[in-house]
């Protein structure tokens, strides 16, 4: 499978700064790649998917002032949260879906972030 | 109601044991279905495919029905190493639909020696 990565793996910010969160697919060109948040004891949620070259679509209730994506080749997308609070504290997920092999995705280990 | 739905657990079984996880989905039209397993503070991995026809993989075995929007996951002579939480997983159909992933909040599985 292919083989992702995020960077960094965790974080720790003040509230009101913005944190940047990479995902890079090493192995393996993404056409499509998915953001997750998961807080502690509960599901993977996704935030949104982004498409290379073309703007993320959110999911409801994701504000995409807050959380920017941008996708800017096959192998690199980020997701910047802005102005983080307390709340955002989370664990953020990527994966990466290429367009032959459709019914596979490949997660990234996650960026554990702390906001104080 | 949610997507997907597990029975959060924790399910405590001696090694050996036979366990079985099940999880329901609300929409029909789901055309994929999964089941992958995560450890603690770790990313999910694919544990396999569930198809229609049912199927095998070892000592896992997966079963779908979707008629009652059903799957089900069967683990035999359960390992200490298969601790772990497992999630149900569903791919959404329709058009617009790019692949996302629709995740179960998870069955926690913890063996004991």
């Known amino acids: 499978g292919a083989v992702v990565s995020q960077h960094p793996s965790w974080v720790i910010c003040k509230s009101g700064t913005s944190v940047k969160i990479e995902c890079r697919s090493l192995?393996?060109?993404?056409?499509?790649m998915f953001w997750y948040r998961q807080f502690p004891k509960q599901s993977l949620m996704l935030m949104a998917t982004?498409?290379?070259?073309?703007?993320?679509?959110?999911e409801q209730g994701v504000e995409k002032d807050k959380f920017l994506i941008n996708h800017a080749s096959l192998t690199l997308s980020t997701l910047t949260v802005t102005s983080a609070h307390p709340e955002d504290s989370s664990f953020y997920i990527c994966?990466?879906?290429?367009?032959?092999?459709?019914?596979?995705?490949?997660f990234g280990p996650g960026t554990r972030l702390t906001v104080l | 109601r949610k997507e997907v739905e597990q029975d959060p657990g924790p399910f405590n079984v001696p090694e050996g044991a036979t366990v079985a996880f099940n999880c329901t989905y609300s929409n029909s039209a789901s055309q994929s279905f999964f089941w992958y397993r995560q450890d603690c503070r770790k990313e999910p991995k694919l544990l396999m495919s569930v198809y229609s026809s049912g199927n095998e993989d070892g000592r896992f075995t997966a079963q779908l029905n979707r008629a009652s929007q059903y799957i089900s996951l069967l683990i035999r002579d359960s390992k200490l190493s298969d601790s772990a939480t497992y999630l149900c997983v569903v791919r959404p159909g329709g058009s617009g639909n790019t692949g996302k992933l629709i995740f179960g909040q998870g069955t926690t599985l913890q063996v004991k020696p």
């Open positions: 192995d393996f060109q993404a056409t499509t």
């Open positions: 982004s498409n290379e070259g073309s703007k993320a679509t959110y």
């Open positions: 994966s990466v879906q290429g367009s032959f092999r459709y019914n596979e995705q490949f």
